[in-house]
């Protein structure tokens, strides 16, 4: 084992302790929040419909979706669903995620440049993380023998890693039009706004851990080619 491999297990291991702690955090803050209710008495559900028509954004349905934080917009299928704390809650858990997840219907219907990169970057990061999970073992097998597999999943790996950096800005974006409309219109104002900043923040950050963590395992991967030749 060399140098570089330690260094780059310790903060491999620093990056995945932050991810569990943001996640846990985000869980912690939503599950408070969800308790906080919000003075409009306004659903999640009566809040996305609101601000899409607001933003006068037809043709997008809001409907009810399984699981825990699974909230999303599908540009293809113009919908935001909503997990069904947030679908049915009135409280500011439930106004921040509906009014983020619209603000991504929002950068859809203004052509949002980062979403539309995002949007088209889909098909082949999904071919790519589907593919990398195979080639990581073999590259690191056949490393002295057939270094040019090694060269494949890197590709593979900066795909997906360019994917999760550009995700950044288009759920930032998201939530700053979220947290500007809520403020605007009064659905969340005062202490409910800095509950769904709060909420939104942590949630922003899930994607951040996620990118640096791609990052280093994009540059250990890099690293270990360089050294084998």
């Given at each position: 084992m060399?140098?570089?491999y330690y260094i780059y297990m310790l903060i491999a291991g620093v990056l995945s302790f932050v991810g569990m702690f943001v996640s846990n955090r985000l869980k912690s803050k939503f599950k408070y929040y969800s308790e906080v209710g919000v003075r409009s008495?306004?659903?999640g559900k009566e809040v996305a419909e609101e601000m899409l028509r607001h933003y006068n954004i037809n043709g997008v349905q809001v409907v009810p979706a399984k699981g825990f934080l699974t909230d999303h917009y599908n540009p293809i299928t113009k919908t935001v669903s909503l997990s069904e704390p947030v679908y049915y809650g009135k409280n500011v858990a439930a106004a921040a995620v509906a009014a983020h997840e619209c603000g991504h219907a929002v950068q859809h219907d203004t052509a949002?440049?980062?979403?539309?990169?995002?949007?088209?970057?889909v098909p082949v990061v999904n071919i790519a993380a589907t593919a990398?999970?195979?080639?990581?073992?073999?590259?690191f097998l056949l490393l002295g023998s057939f270094?040019?597999?090694?060269?494949?999943?890197?590709?593979?790996f900066s795909i997906t890693t360019l994917f999760s950096f550009i995700t950044l800005p288009v759920e930032f974006d998201a939530s700053k039009r979220a947290l500007a409309w809520l403020n605007e219109t009064g659905v969340a104002v005062g202490?409910?706004?800095?509950?769904?900043?709060?909420a939104l923040w942590?949630?922003?950050?899930?994607?951040?851990?996620?990118?640096?963590?791609?990052?280093?395992?994009l540059l250990y991967l890099v690293m270990r080619y360089s050294n084998s030749r």
């Open positions: 060399t140098a570089d008495g306004m659903t949002y440049s980062m979403l539309q990169m995002r949007s088209a970057l990398q999970q195979w080639l990581l073992l073999a590259a270094p040019q597999l090694m060269l494949v999943t890197i590709a593979a202490e409910e706004y800095d509950g769904a900043k709060d942590w949630a922003a950050m899930t994607y951040v851990s996620a990118a640096l963590s791609s990052l280093v395992m």
